[in-house]
Antibody
Framework: QVQLQESGPGLVKPSQTLSLTCTVS??????????WTWIRQPAGKGLEWIGR???????FYNPSLESRVSISADTSKNQFSLRLTSVTAADTAMYYC??????????????WGQGIMVTVSS | DIQMTQSPSTLSASVGDRVTITCRAS??????LAWYQQKPGKAPKPLIY???NLQSGVPSRFSGSGSGTEFTLTISSLQPDDFATYYC?????????FGQGTKVESK
């Protein structure tokens, strides 16, 4: 059974870079069937798709975040990562890493990590 | 970007009620629509994919329908465990988007 686990700092200073890692267990991120995705959710608000990466390295980002975000993958560690630059208080949120299945019979976002709370504050 | 709009934002219902939540897309998304359930302090739980297919382990009282731009999630007989917030999500485009959520609360 595939499991995802987020890790990284829970507190980031304004204007700095938020960096999170998602470790995948029970399956390989090199599988061609999936996109590896980041979602965030500010407290009391809805879900926001940040972006995703395919095993080939192809990435897609939320247009509203595209200038500040990058997602990368390390197949040797079975991990993928999120970097968000120039953070402000508006980036304070719970961040989830998610498996998003591709293909005609896609089950969409079928596996979620438990989430990691990141606060932007000095 | 494809915008997703859910209605209502909040729904008050009682155990045993039939509950319907609507999700509208700003442009056609064929049947590339998923639903998620989220409880406070927890990650979203996948419920339905491709409009009407239940994820593994999801009770049959949940069902989904629709195509194009209008979709519905129905709970045939609301159970105590179903009080939660529900989100629709389109995956027709390269850029995924969610609805704003519908909170199902106890009447």
């Amino acid at each position: 059974q595939v499991q995802l686990q987020e890790s990284g700092p829970g507190l980031v200073k304004p204007s700095q870079t938020l960096s999170l890692t998602c470790t995948v267990s029970g399956g390989s991120i090199s599988s061609g069937a999936y996109y590896w995705t980041w979602i965030r959710q500010p407290a009391g608000k809805g879900l926001e798709w940040i972006g995703r990466i395919y095993v080939s390295g192809t990435t897609f980002y939320n247009p509203s975040l595209e200038s500040r975000v990058s997602i990368s993958a390390d197949t040797s560690k079975n991990q993928f990562s999120l970097r968000l630059t120039s953070v402000t208080a508006a980036d304070t949120a719970m961040y989830y890493c998610v498996r998003d299945e591709g293909g005609f019979n896609s089950r969409a976002m079928d596996v979620w990590g438990q989430g990691i709370m990141v606060t932007v504050s000095s | 970007d494809i915008q997703m709009t859910q209605s209502p934002s909040t729904l008050s219902a009682s155990v045993g009620d039939r509950v319907t939540i609507t999700c509208r897309a700003s442009q056609g998304i064929s049947n590339w629509l998923a639903w998620y359930q989220q409880k406070p302090g927890k990650a979203p739980k996948p419920l339905i994919y491709k409009t009407s297919n239940l994820q593994s382990g999801v009770p049959s009282r949940f069902s989904g329908s629709g195509s194009g731009t209008e979709f519905t999630l129905t709970i045939s007989s609301l159970q105590p465990d179903d009080f939660a917030t529900y989100y629709c999500q389109q995956y027709e485009s390269f850029s995924r988007t969610f609805g704003q959520g519908t909170k199902v609360e106890s009447k």
